[in-house]
């Protein structure tokens, strides 16, 4: 499968503080983006990052990439009650059109 | 319009009965795609579209599944036959470029069929 595997499935933590999602992939890829999901919604881009890229940064999120081990990470620092939502990782497959989605993580941020 | 729309944002039908769902992308986005996601999953690929031709539509579960885009904007999702594993939420998006190697998607706010 070339969809790859997020971790954790689900998360809950306290608000402030920071939450960590993780996403493996198996293919090659041109750029690994992220996306938010709010309950019964479509979804939004929250940052690109590109094969060539180790780390960006966009106000409270933070994504790495590491092509060696074929991984990413999202970090949102000092957690809100409304970053609560489903987040994905998408990847741009090499010689495809199109983005891969995992199965998203559901992070919970509790007041 | 501001964003990408899709018609209807809910369906239920019964089963053997055919569906469609519209999606109208951002004005001057050439790429389009749709994607399927059931409860609770991941976003599963069906089609995409280049203007009005679909080099990739390795998604399409089966030949009940089509799909069109005229004019360069406006696509619209057939259902032949409704079965009740196809009950999910269709979800549009469209980007500018060929495709997302270098730019984001956007995506509408989906159409969720319930096949009875």
């Known amino acids: ?83 609560t939502a489903s987040y994905f990782c998408a990847r741009g497959i090499q010689g495809a059109q199109k983005l891969v989605f995992g199965q998203g993580t559901r992070l919970t941020i509790n007041p | 319009g501001a964003g990408v729309s899709q018609s209807p944002s809910n369906k239920v039908t019964e089963k053997g009965k055919d569906v469609e769902l519209r999606c109208d992308p951002i004005s001057g986005h050439t790429a389009l795609y749709w994607y399927r996601q059931s409860l609770g999953q991941g976003l599963e690929f069906l089609i995409y579209f280049q203007g009005n031709s679909a080099p990739d539509k390795s998604g399409l579960p089966s030949d009940r599944f089509s799909a069109e885009r005229t004019g360069g904007s406006v696509s619209t999702l057939t259902i032949q036959r409704t079965q009740q594993e196809d009950s999910a939420v269709y979800l549009c ?23 009875l």
């Open chain 1, 1 to 83: 499968s070339q969809q790859g595997e997020e971790d954790p499935q689900a998360l809950s933590i306290q608000e402030g503080e920071n939450a960590t999602m993780n996403c493996s992939y198996k293919t090659s890829i041109n750029n690994l983006q992220w996306y938010r999901q709010n309950s019964g919604r479509g979804l939004v881009h929250l940052i690109l990052i590109r094969s060539n890229e180790r780390e960006k940064h966009s106000g409270r999120l933070r994504v790495t990439l590491d092509t060696s081990k074929k991984s990413s990470s999202l970090l949102i620092t000092a957690s809100r009650a409304a970053d």
């Open chain 2, 93 to 115: 998006a469209s980007s500018l470029a060929l495709g997302p190697q270098r730019r984001e998607l956007f995506f509408g706010e989906g159409s969720r069929l319930t096949v």
